[in-house]
């Protein structure tokens, strides 16, 4: 089992920025590709960005590619998405997933096991 816990989202202006957190806790989470997704209201949930466990790879929607960075920490067992340049229809519920294929870097949510709870970014114009 993993537990992931999502943290660091907020209201914030266009152009601004915002850094989400996702800690993961479980016996082989390190191990895991992570990823993050987001889900705007009546939208599907989309990918955003992905890492695979080592941090050396990662992956990026054609939206975010530029602006946003994913990274982990291996010593504290997290994740962060370092959101720059914010836009409004970046305003979602972002969730951290992760994926048992520490080398996949997956953009399918069927593909991550694990979710966290979801924290709200909300970028007003």
């Known amino acids: 089992q993993v537990q992931l816990v999502g943290s660091g989202g907020g209201l914030v202006q266009a152009g601004g920025s915002l850094r989400l957190s996702c800690a993961a806790s479980g016996r082989t989470s390190s191990r895991y590709a992570m990823g993050w997704f987001r889900q705007a209201p009546v939208k599907e949930r989309e990918f955003v960005a992905s890492?695979?466990?080592?941090?050396?790879?990662?992956r990026y929607s054609d939206s975010v590619k530029g602006r946003f960075t994913i990274s982990r920490d291996s010593a504290k067992n997290t994740v962060y998405l370092q959101m720059n340049s914010l836009k409004p229809e970046d305003t979602a519920v972002y969730y951290c997933a992760a994926d048992s294929n520490g080398l996949r870097l997956s953009p399918a949510t069927k593909e991550y096991e694990y979710w966290g709870q979801g924290t709200q970014v909300t970028v007003s114009s």
């Open positions: 890492i695979g466990w080592s941090g050396g790879n990662t």
